[in-house]
């Protein structure tokens, strides 16, 4: 049994049964919301390169259809269960009541080790779960995007299958709906312009409507507010570079092997970090990037390191439980926005919400990429392509709507924003 499956789904349950008594729900109504709608498994066998056949466990969950068709990514990694698709799923559906659109939650997975594999392997791989789990999904049932492992070149094989097994030659309207089946597709086969940044836009957005809310009540240490950003993939990369532009200082930045850091907390430079970064694999020998280690005296810092640096605002955008019991009482930030899922605990998230720090939850916090999605869908669905402008303002235009409505709920109820967020989520579902 894999416990850590298991826990992610406590966790999520007991957060919807606590919020469902604060909204005095009926035990019965409460138990729907918790209990997923459907939980599809399958055995995937594919061939592999050497000539023999391997075996793959698969899942779909779909956790609740009450909004809208169900939605949510699809991971390839060897810890998934079906309790962690379950809990996830579950999770979705918050975060696509709070974002304000009109869908439910659902998620996939493989138990798979993708670097083991060859491409042609992934690719067999990623046809066979589509042809296992094609009667459940569809444009208007349940759409999967990328999660954990998988991208836009896993969509287009999925993209590619689902249009086969459907079949036939058609209209273009109809291929286009067809591929809005799945989002975060490559833009040639209908995927969105702005995808790719959107979980690192929204994350911003969401700071910066926090920011505006708190007014005086928020002081920066310095001329600008300064951040530290734990992962650099394309969350937290897209993060620190739009909220560079955005005016705030992003001082340090990791990767899974460790970060950079200048001797007096001179804010980065984004973009030629990931420069950097590509040329050397990796961030931590990045500290003397553009020659200036001289200058500021670049560091290298360990990732545990990062998380208690004197900064302004905390972006865990890699790993869950990263801030727990054994380091909560050394955060020193005043703000931490949740662009991972999960990165802290429930212990240390009561622990800093009652010290006072603002904890801006990842089911809203990193909830611009499925709102980018929808966005995707709708064009598939009306076979229009929008420009980038426009995705990025509507993402815009949701995600402040969004945090309206979990700011009034937070200044009603008290608690945390976690709290209002669940809040907000619940009563659009069961209503
Ligand atoms: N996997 C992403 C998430 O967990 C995106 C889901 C989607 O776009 O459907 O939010």
């Known amino acids: 049994m894999n416990t850590q499956g298991e826990e992610m789904l406590q966790t999520a349950q007991n957060l919807i049964r606590q919020t469902g008594k604060t909204l005095n729900l009926s035990d019965a109504d409460i138990q729907?919301?918790?209990?997923?709608?459907?939980?599809?498994?399958?055995?995937?066998?594919?061939?592999?390169?050497?000539?023999?056949?391997?075996?793959?466990?698969?899942?779909?969950?779909?956790?609740?259809?009450?909004?809208g068709p169900y939605k949510g990514g699809i991971r390839f990694h060897p810890q998934v269960s079906l309790p962690e698709v379950q809990a996830l799923a579950t999770l979705m559906s918050i975060k696509c009541?709070?974002?304000?659109?009109?869908?439910?939650?659902?998620?996939?997975?493989?138990?798979?080790?993708?670097?083991?594999l060859s491409e042609a392997e992934l690719e067999r791989l990623s046809r066979a779960y589509v042809r296992a789990f094609a009667e459940f999904i569809g444009e208007?049932?349940?759409?999967?995007?990328?999660?954990?492992?998988?991208?836009?070149q896993i969509m287009s094989w999925m993209v590619d299958e689902y249009i086969k097994i459907k079949g036939g030659s058609t209209s273009e309207e109809q291929i286009s709906k067809w591929r809005g089946t799945f989002t975060?597709?490559?833009?040639?086969?209908?995927?969105?312009?702005?995808?790719?940044?959107?979980?690192?836009?929204?994350?911003?957005?969401?700071?910066?409507?926090?920011?505006?809310?708190?007014?005086?009540?928020?002081?920066?240490?310095?001329?600008?507010p300064t951040i530290a950003v734990q992962g650099f993939g394309n969350v937290g990369y897209y993060f620190a570079e739009i909220a560079s532009k955005e005016g705030f200082d992003i001082v340090a930045v990791s990767d899974s092997k460790g970060g950079i850091i200048y001797k007096n907390m001179e804010p980065l430079d984004i973009p030629l970090v990931m420069k950097c970064k590509k040329e050397k694999g990796t961030l931590s020998g990045c500290y003397c990037s553009g020659g200036v280690c001289e200058l500021k005296g670049g560091r290298p810092i360990s990732n545990e390191e990062l998380l208690e640096l004197g900064v302004d605002i905390l972006v865990?955008?890699?790993?869950?439980?990263?801030?727990?019991?054994?380091?909560?009482?050394?955060?020193?930030?005043?703000?931490v926005v949740e662009m991972a899922n999960g990165p802290v605990t429930e212990e240390a998230h009561d622990y800093l919400v009652e010290k006072g720090v603002y904890i801006i939850p990842d089911v809203f916090a990193n909830s611009g990429g499925v709102t980018v999605s929808y966005l995707e869908w709708k064009q598939n669905m009306e076979n229009e392509k929008w420009?980038?402008?426009?995705?990025?303002?509507?993402?815009?235009?949701?995600?402040?709507?969004?945090?309206?409505s979990i700011w009034f709920k937070f200044e009603k109820n008290k608690g945390s924003l976690k709290d209002a967020a669940f809040q907000v989520a619940i009563e659009r579902m069961i209503t």
């Open 32 to 67: 729907k919301l918790i209990t997923p709608e459907h939980s599809h498994e399958a055995k995937l066998e594919i061939k592999l390169d050497n000539g023999s056949k391997k075996s793959f466990q698969a899942y779909r969950v779909q956790h609740n259809s009450n909004i």
């Open 316 to 335: 865990p955008s890699a790993l869950e439980n990263v801030i727990h019991k054994g380091n909560m009482t050394k955060i020193k930030a005043k703000i």
């Open 140 to 152: 208007e049932k349940d759409i999967p995007a990328p999660d954990v492992n998988t991208n836009g």
């Open 97 to 116: 009541s709070v974002a304000g659109i009109p869908l439910g939650g659902g998620k996939g997975g493989i138990v798979v080790d993708p670097k083991t």
């Open 184 to 224: 975060g597709k490559p833009i040639e086969i209908g995927g969105s312009l702005g995808r790719t940044e959107a979980t690192g836009r929204g994350g911003v957005i969401a700071l910066k409507e926090l920011l505006s809310k708190l007014g005086s009540k928020f002081q920066a240490s310095g001329p600008k």
């Open 387 to 404: 420009a980038e402008e426009k995705v990025n303002t509507r993402l815009l235009e949701l995600m402040t709507q969004a945090f309206e």
